[in-house]
């Protein structure tokens, strides 16, 4: 059993920060690629950002140079820090990892449950 548990989320005023974080927990033996999607109201749910565990990143253009992804292996947390946010960042925010629960078992995804981030103007 694998479990994505997200935080940082809030309310923040524009132009304002916040830094979730995403921990995954229990029977794990590794991460591969982990990432951010978020899902706005009556909107499909789109990728964020992405980091494979060597530290490679991706982001949508729409975040590109306002938000920051980073993951610690150790820990088994990925990161996401916000800059410069909008109203139209608002959404629920979703981690995801995909995890491989033994040596010999296929790579599968996880997602966590949610945090609702919202930026008023």
């Known amino acids: 059993q694998v479990q994505l548990v997200e935080s940082g989320g809030g309310l923040v005023q524009a132009g304002g920060s916040l830094r979730l974080s995403c921990a995954a927990s229990g029977s794990i033996f590794s991460i591969n690629a982990m990432g951010w999607y978020r899902q706005a109201p009556g909107k499909q749910r789109e990728l964020v950002a992405g980091i494979t565990r060597g530290g490679v990143t991706s982001y949508a253009d729409s975040v590109k140079g306002r938000f920051t992804i980073s993951r610690d292996n150790a820990k088994n947390t990925v990161y996401l820090q916000m800059n410069s946010l909008k109203p139209e960042d608002t959404a629920v925010y979703y981690c995801?990892?995909?995890?491989?629960?033994?040596?010999?078992?296929?790579?599968?995804?996880?997602w966590g449950q949610g945090t609702q981030v919202t930026v008023f103007s």
């Open positions: 995801n990892a995909d995890v491989k629960v033994k040596a010999l078992k296929p790579w599968a995804d996880y």
